[in-house]
T-cell receptor, first 113, second 112 residues
Framework: GDSVTQMEGPVTLSEEAFLTINCTYT??????LFWYVQYPGEGLQLLLK?????DKGSNKGFEATYRKETTSFHLEKGSVQVSDSAVYFC????????????FGAGTRLFVKA | DSGVTQTPKHLITATGQRVTLRCSPR?????VYWYQQSLDQGLQFLIQ???????AKGNILERFSAQQFPDLHSELNLSSLELGDSALYFC???????????FGPGTRLTVT
């Protein structure tokens, strides 16, 4: 069945460091891929999305590219800030053999000043 | 503010009881999703409704049920509550033909 696998956290970085959070997926069809972010005490917010192969989603300095050949959607940011500390979720949605939406386990990021 | 509202914000109840969580989607959204988030199990998809009809079912227990009303708000009913049902319950909505979801602030359920 479909699945989403994220790198385990927590990830701890210093301010201005480069961030990569790995995400790989398995899917029977052609899913849309998403990154959501959850700040402490809040619900999830859509961070970025990509709907087809080679699409690049970007928002707030974060970006991720839909790689069909490696079934990956890694999240990157060139210079993190303390305010980026949150939990990041990779997710897929598709309507192949019935609608489904699957979230990864989440990766907690701590950014130190 | 995502435009999705959930009530109540917090709920404390005893084992064996029944509770109802309520969600109002963003204006214009027809799909409503329910999720359970606990510390040890991450975000679990429970169920989705589209314009009043059940569309997809995830890891929802038989003690749990949901419905979406003609005005598109949704309710999640949890019965015969157990300690392990303590969690954050999120509702999300999406627009017709779109997959991206907009989440509410959640209801924190504590079962004692």
């Amino acid at each position: 069945g479909d699945s989403v696998t994220q790198m385990e956290g927590p990830v701890t970085l210093s301010e201005e460091a480069f961030l990569t959070i790995n995400c790989t997926y398995t899917a029977t069809g052609y899913p849309s891929l998403f990154w959501y972010v959850q700040y402490p005490g809040e619900g999830l917010q859509l961070l970025l999305k990509a709907t087809k192969a080679d699409d690049k989603g970007s928002n707030k300095g974060f970006e991720a590219t839909y790689r069909k050949e490696t079934t990956s959607f890694h999240l990157e940011k060139g210079s993190v800030q303390v305010s980026d500390s949150a939990v990041y979720f990779c997710a897929l949605s598709e309507n192949s053999g019935g609608f489904k939406t699957i979230f990864g386990a989440g990766t907690r990021l701590f950014v130190k000043a | 503010d995502s435009g999705v509202t959930q009530t109540p914000k917090h709920l404390i109840t005893a084992t064996g009881q029944r509770v109802t969580l309520r969600c109002s989607p963003r204006s214009g959204d027809l799909s409503v999703y329910w999720y359970q988030q606990s510390l040890d199990q991450g975000l679990q998809f429970l169920i989705q409704y589209y314009n009043g009809e059940e569309r997809a079912k995830g890891n929802i227990l038989e003690r749990f049920s949901a419905q979406q009303f003609p005005d598109l708000h949704s309710e999640l009913n949890l019965s015969s509550l157990e300690l392990g049902d303590s969690a954050l319950y999120f509702c999300a909505s999406s627009a017709p033909g779109r997959y991206e979801q907009y989440f509410g602030p959640g209801t924190r359920l504590t079962v004692t």
